[in-house]
């Protein structure tokens, strides 16, 4: 009798509960959708500063405007955490051209750029025949025609995959470890099919890493129009190709995370963040990767105390440097937060671009994760229900890696996502302004519900 009446009991405060969530939640929406700022400073970051790369002037000038924007949002407090980055600069504009085709001088240039963190050619061409190879098998198997050769990798992405996601993550081994693997065998430098299906020509660059048991070959990536010419020319004629790259590393340098707190009113000392990275790649404005993850989470901020919200738990809204080419600002978050015995019972991050969420990834345990899915039905209506296990954003995993914080990251529809990523068509106006703020929204909801029943 005892069980049934405690059965009846909870379920009715269960259904209040959520009705009261439901409610503020909705609260979040509206105010969003009618005075939300996040489209306005993604216009301000995009356009007034540009390309923000680890290390540049123009990325120590967005520290100082979200820096600025943090304050004027009403945070509790905005300080600057002090990190060494690695200091890259691509230079000139690369140069990549045919010149000889069956022994016949030609001069058709490609659309290409510098792969980051690569070295370049110190502004000197390169020229040398091409050996073109779809995959690292194939090199393996013509290791002995390498030597004093250009190799390139016409790995495209999979077209049968329903996420585009998994297709970048299985060709991104060419740009991260191509270079290296055909330094091995005596390659002169590198050529990359761009990790896109985009139906243009522009090139993408992103991230590469050197073995330092090789030689520190350039490493470019060609558009794929360039990329399917040359995979049609070089694989039945031979052809010989110049590289003039500028790219070189300059001393680390000094640059900032950002970081704004609402102070906690019942648990200050624990912690809950939310942020996005500040950095870009130089080659474009970097809108969604991660300007679009920048301004939800000021979002998050700015909605919270327009709804005069008081968190119980400490909140943390971070403007992450250096994910791009070095990982540098999370890791020193992380670091600093486990030298000050800090507790962080929940991390988020927002990195996959501003297009219509769908979900949330999550990486923590599976009762975590069921507690987390009891609160599908209050996003539904925002479109966000899809919760899953699958890890959180690159800037969130250092806090799971060394306290085991449960992390999780904003999943957005992702069909449109690798079209401009890391391209120069990655800019304001290819951002969606209802899509934005409806990130922001559900970002939002669930750090409400985490700060307010916890994990």
């Not at 060494?84 to 085709?101: D, F, L, N, S, Y």
């Not at 507790?343 to 923590?364: K, V, W, Y």
Request: hydrophobic share 40%; glycine share 8%.
């Amino acid at each position: 009798m005892k069980k049934l009446f405690l059965f009846f009991t909870i379920i009715p405060f269960i259904a209040i509960a959520q009705n009261q969530d439901s409610v503020f939640i909705k609260k979040i929406s509206d105010d969003i959708f009618t005075n939300g700022k996040a489209y306005d400073l993604l216009r301000e970051l995009t356009k007034n500063i540009g390309g923000r790369l680890a290390g540049s002037p123009q990325f120590a000038k967005a520290v100082n405007w979200g820096k600025q924007r943090l304050e004027n949002l009403g945070a509790d407090n905005v300080y600057l955490q002090e990190c060494m980055v690695p200091h890259w600069v691509r230079g000139a504009k690369e140069k990549v051209v045919i010149t000889e085709q069956n022994g016949k001088k030609i001069n058709i240039s490609l659309e290409a750029l510098a792969l980051g963190n690569s070295w370049g050619s110190n502004g000197k061409p390169i020229v040398a025949d091409v050996i073109a190879v779809k995959d690292f098998s194939e090199l393996e198997k013509r290791k002995d025609e390498v030597k004093g050769k250009i190799v390139f990798y016409n790995y495209p992405f999979n077209p049968t995959y329903i996420f585009p996601g998994q297709a970048y993550g299985e060709s991104g081994a060419y740009r991260r470890n191509g270079a290296s693997r055909a330094a091995k065998y005596g390659a002169v430098a590198v050529l990359v099919r761009s990790l896109t299906e985009a139906t243009d020509n522009n090139p993408h660059t992103g991230t590469m890493t050197y073995n330092d048991s090789f030689p520190k070959i350039p490493a470019l990536a060609l558009g794929l129009y360039d990329a399917d010419k040359l995979w049609r020319i070089a694989t039945n004629q031979k052809v010989k190709i110049s590289i003039t790259s500028f790219a070189k590393f300059l001393p680390d340098t000094i640059a900032h995370n950002v970081i704004a707190e609402l102070k906690g009113t019942e648990f200050s000392n624990q912690y809950i963040t939310v942020g996005g990275h500040l950095d870009s790649w130089d080659v474009n404005e970097g809108a969604h990767d991660d300007g679009t993850g920048i301004v939800q989470t000021m979002e998050i901020l700015r909605v919270l105390k327009s709804l005069n919200y008081k968190p119980k738990h400490t909140l943390r809204f971070v403007l992450f440097a250096n994910e791009e080419n070095g990982m540098r600002g999370a890791n020193k978050y992380a670091e600093e937060a486990e030298a000050h015995n800090e507790q962080h019972i929940f991390a988020l991050e927002s990195d996959n671009g501003g297009f219509t969420p769908r979900g949330f990834s999550l990486g923590m345990n599976s009762e975590k994760i069921a507690k987390i899915k009891t609160w599908a039905n209050l996003l539904k209506p925002y479109g966000c229900d899809n919760l899953e296990l699958g890890g959180g954003g690159a800037d969130v995993t250092p806090l799971q890696r060394n306290m085991q914080t449960p992390v999780a990251e904003l999943r957005p529809d992702n069909q449109r996502y690798f079209d401009i990523h890391h391209a120069k068509s990655d800019v304001f106006e290819n951002v969606n302004k209802r899509e934005l703020l409806l990130g922001a929204v559900n970002m939002a909801a669930l750090i409400y519900l985490i700060d307010k029943y916890g994990l």
